[in-house]
Nanobody
Framework: QVQLVESGGGLVQPGGSLRLSCAAS????????MDWYRQAPGKQRELVAT???????NYADSVKGRFTISRDNAKNTVYLQMNSLKPEDTAVYYC?????????WGQGTQVTVSS
């Protein structure tokens, strides 16, 4: 059973950068999609970025041009590079794996953008 563990969150000033990692305990080669979601206090969880098995990506309009999702199948890891961070990017960030017969969520990592 694949488990996901996020890391890389923290406190950063506006305009700064962070790279989140999502490490899978098993192979993600057969996973259809790897997603990053975020949930800010009092708000619904929202999809931030998606990467398909073939490498195609999609982003929420609010992060286009600032965030980049990538995957390393050899390391069973998905990354979210976040640049030009804004206070409104503050949230708990979760990764999600979607396969043909199962879905898994990580436990989340806090990102706080504040001066």
């Amino acid at each position: 059973q694949v488990q996901l563990v996020e890391s890389g969150g923290g406190l950063v000033q506006p305009g700064g950068s962070l790279r989140l990692s999502c490490a899978a305990s098993g192979s993600i080669f057969s996973v259809y999609f790897m997603d990053w979601y975020r949930q800010a206090p009092g708000k619904q969880r929202e999809l931030v970025a998606t990467i398909a098995g073939g490498g195609s990506t999609n982003y929420a309009d609010s992060v286009k041009g600032r965030f980049t999702i990538s995957r390393d199948n050899a390391k069973n890891t998905v990354y979210l590079q976040m640049n030009s961070l804004k206070p409104e990017d503050t949230a708990v960030y979760y990764c999600k794996a979607v396969a043909s017969t199962w879905t898994r969520w990580g436990q989340g990592t806090q990102v706080t953008v504040s001066s």
